[in-house]
């Protein structure tokens, strides 16, 4: 009980509860907390219940000298892993696309070899140099197909890759920390 003066009298008013310290996490429940934060799909107040915390409780442990550190070394942490996922697809990306360009280049080469001989067979009239062509051809025509789904996915990785550079250009830092319902 707390005794408080007033200018009438005194009285007695109960003390309040004490708040448990949320700044007092063990490492696995700061763990814990880190990674409800980075998920967007977890609301605010499921990331509070997660360590046992109250949202009210939550925000002023975010608020504390210990974890904006905290928050910043992660928030650096990810650039950096951001910007090696770039660097890395981004170097997958080029190296598929030289190897397909390459070999669109020698599958080129190796149609025209392949029409240039199915015409002479054909002006020839040999049916098995005619049936061996087609074959060939078929089989470049398929390769070709592979090769431009293989160019495709590279080209994708490159946007992604665009879109993870773009990320790092402009973080945004408070979209782990959305107190909406629903985590919107």
């Keep these: 009980m707390i005794t408080t003066p007033t200018a009438y009298a005194s009285r007695t008013v109960p ?3 004490p708040a448990p310290n949320p700044v007092n996490l063990t490492e696995d429940r700061l763990d814990t907390l880190l990674t409800a934060l ?7 107040e499921a990331v509070a219940a997660a360590v046992g ?16 550190d905290r ?7 990810l650039t950096q892993r951001s910007r090696l996922i770039t660097v890395a697809s981004q170097t997958a990306a080029v190296g598929a696309l030289s190897t397909v360009i390459d070999e669109l280049g020698s599958a080129g ?3 025209a070899r392949v029409e240039s001989a199915l015409a002479e067979a054909q002006a020839e009239d040999d049916e098995e140099a005619i049936d061996e ?3 060939a ?3 470049l025509d398929h390769r070709t197909r592979e090769l431009t789904e293989v160019a495709r996915s590279a080209r994708a ?28």
């Design 109 to 111: 080469e190796q149609r």
């Design 133 to 135: 062509a087609a074959t």
């Design 71 to 77: 928050l910043a070394r992660l928030e650096r942490t």
């Design 15 to 17: 003390a309040p509860e």
């Design 53 to 68: 915390l109250t949202v009210d409780q939550l925000i002023t442990l975010l608020d504390t000298p210990a974890m904006h």
């Design 38 to 44: 980075l998920d967007p799909q977890i609301p605010f």
């Design 137 to 139: 051809l078929m089989a």
């Design 157 to 184: 990785l490159l946007s992604f890759a665009r879109t993870l550079k773009v990320t790092v250009k402009q973080p945004n830092p408070e979209s782990a920390l959305r107190i909406a319902p629903g985590g919107e």
